[in-house]
């Protein structure tokens, strides 16, 4: 992928090509920082001066998103973090590069007795154990929980696939295939339940309109309540 390393006002900024992109577009992640998605018909010179004309809006929110970076656990050897059947354990090993194995509701981590647990790749190889886990649970509790509330309301679905998705909890085809994140299985039952509600009533009523939040209220109860609620968590922060 071709890409450049630019700093402006001293913020670094990577500029690279899309295949995807129909016009210069900025985003700002977690741990990721400041990147600028090209079109592959426009060049990085043009890149370069719209981000500079917005380096004040990218301060402002880079700002913002460190803070939110301040949230994220950072492991140790002592943290103790469990998921809802499986427990994470790390541990220095004679292994070349860090590993994650699940198994028998563990997450053992073998971290290299050269590295530090607080070196990037150790923390990344924790959380794709801890996301293994999560996926595992998902796979076995998402679909059955789906197909009871289906069931009970009356709703009619095509598939449920899990996904790692991190912008939403869960999305709605046209074709009525419900798509969950994996992530679901951090939050209690009750809003577990509320999202696959929620996603159960889009294949009835495609929009937010007052009649999909009726009978969305109608199927959960004091819906906007558990809306809020459930925003009040961050997929990609634990």
């Known amino acids: 992928m071709q890409q450049e390393l630019i700093n402006i006002n001293g913020i670094d900024i990577t500029l690279f090509k899309s295949n995807r992109a129909k016009s210069i577009n900025i985003t700002i992640k977690p741990f990721t920082g400041v990147r600028v998605s090209v079109p592959q018909s426009i060049g990085f010179k043009k890149a370069k001066r719209i981000a500079k004309d917005r380096i004040e809006w990218i301060r402002t929110h880079l700002s913002k998103m460190q803070k939110e970076e301040e949230k994220f656990t950072v492991f140790t050897g002592d943290t103790e973090f469990k998921t809802r059947s499986h427990k994470l354990n790390i541990k220095l ?3 070349d590069h860090p590993k994650a194995i699940v198994r028998d509701n563990k997450i053992n981590v073998l971290v290299p007795k050269q590295y530090s647990i607080s070196d990037t790749d150790v923390q990344k190889e924790i959380r794709r154990g801890i996301e293994r886990a999560w996926r595992k649970e998902a796979k076995n509790y998402l679909p059955d929980r789906v197909m009871q509330l289906a069931d009970k309301h009356n709703f009619k679905i095509n598939s449920v696939s899990i996904q790692n998705a991190k912008t939403r909890w869960g999305s709605c085809s046209h074709n009525n295939n419900i798509n969950l994140s994996l992530h679901l299985m951090r939050l209690p039952d009750y809003l577990i339940d509320y999202v696959i509600l ?8 495609k929009n937010h309109s007052s009649e999909f939040w009726q009978l969305l209220n109608i199927v959960s109860g004091n819906a ?3 809306d809020r609620e459930v925003k009040d ?3 990609q922060i634990y």
């Open 233 to 235: 968590f961050k997929i």
């Open 93 to 95: 090993a004679d292994v």
């Open 198 to 205: 929620h996603e159960l009533v889009h294949t009835k009523i």
């Open 224 to 226: 906007k309540k558990l």
